[in-house]
């Protein structure tokens, strides 16, 4: 998923703030879903539960980056990914990141359609 970094991204130096690399990794997390028309409501949906993230370069407004998505890890109810962050084919942010599926507020098994979306994602 390709980002632009707007003026709204950024301080009064032109860089990126460190918290808007996270928002980039959950819309392109989202963007999964959406694309393969999957759509989530207030009872089903993930929750991040733990974030490792690594801050390698700066971005800059103006800088069009790409977020790329893989699965580390894939249980029943949680899966890992490893999200990129890429400005120019150079890696300027990487964060694996855990996340648990909700029913209800509850930890619940992903359903069959999930499973099938998350497996094109699967490292390999």
Do not use: W
């Not at 990794?25 to 974030?51: D, L, M, P, W």
């Not at 899966?79 to 964060?95: M, N, S, V, Y």
């Not at 990141?97 to 992903?110: S, T």
């Amino acid at each position: 998923m390709k980002i632009r970094i707007y003026y709204e991204d950024s301080d009064a130096a032109g860089i990126t703030y460190h918290a808007n690399y996270i928002k980039y990794c959950e819309r392109a997390r989202s963007e999964i879903f959406f694309n393969q028309g999957y759509k989530f409501t207030q009872n089903r949906h993930f929750v991040v539960t733990k974030i490792e993230a690594k801050f390698i370069k700066p971005s800059f407004i103006g800088d069009l980056l790409e977020v790329k998505s893989k699965i580390l890890e894939l249980k029943k109810t949680s899966l890992t990914l490893k999200q990129e962050i890429f400005k120019d084919d150079e890696l300027i942010f990487q964060a694996d990141i855990k996340v648990g599926f909700l029913v209800d507020k509850k930890p619940a098994r992903m359903d069959k359609k999930l499973i099938e979306i998350l497996n094109n994602f699967i490292q390999k």
